[in-house]
């Protein structure tokens, strides 16, 4: 049984990947339809957070590894994200950013998405390494966006309020989590304000 538990994660952590990005119909995997607006969001998420597990229980699924979390999403027939960040700052592209990839309800036409390897529970640190490259990220599509302004960063957890089908008390949404470092993020991309 304990030999069986690191795979049990693993898949636990894509099915809450893809519960955590399902946005509705798209057609985004490694591309996506053309962009009809010009983008003035950028969406931050966590890969681990809350699910259902096959039981009908809330779960707390771990953020896994990139590699996994680009599989999986990457082989999703609806779903989509332009960046990946690792723990270690390594950024990793999938959809481009001139096409949609369909990540949060009603905001994807206008939105990038980034996604953080992190558990999103608050407890899980966000390295400096990370934090350094979505930064950098953020200052790079702010220069390739100029709609995008400080208020156009915004957490997954902004965005979607919908609440756990198995558990309605619970947010379905709440990444990036506590632990990730809004203010300062968005104080270093625009400056002080």
Excluded at 50 to 63: L, Q, S, Y
Excluded at 83 to 89: A, K, N, P, V, Y
Excluded at 94 to 118: D, K, Y
Excluded at 126 to 148: C, E, G, K, N, T
Aim: proline share 9%.
């Amino acid at each position: 049984m304990v030999s069986t538990l690191p795979a049990l994660v693993v898949r636990a952590a894509a099915a809450a990947l893809l519960l955590a990005l399902i946005a509705g119909p798209a057609h985004a995997r490694r591309n996506g339809p053309p962009r009809a607006q010009p983008v003035d969001m950028v969406v931050i998420h966590s890969t681990g957070g809350p699910t259902c597990d096959a039981h009908g229980r809330p779960i707390w699924v771990p953020g896994g590894e990139l590699q996994d979390n680009l599989r999986t999403i990457e082989a999703h027939p609806r779903l989509g994200i332009h960046w990946m960040i690792d723990r270690d700052g390594g950024v990793h592209a999938s959809v481009p950013e001139q096409q949609v990839a369909h990540h949060v309800l009603t905001h994807s036409r206008r939105s990038i998405a980034i996604e953080l390897i992190n558990d999103g529970d608050g407890r899980d640190a966000f390295a400096p390494a990370q934090i350094d490259a979505l930064v950098a990220l953020l200052q790079a599509i702010a220069h390739r966006h100029p709609a995008l302004t400080l208020a156009g960063i915004q957490r997954h957890s902004d965005l979607d309020r919908g609440r756990l089908p198995c558990a309605p008390e619970r947010r379905r949404k709440v990444d990036p989590g506590p632990a990730y470092p809004h203010d300062a993020v968005i104080e270093r991309v625009f400056g002080p304000r």
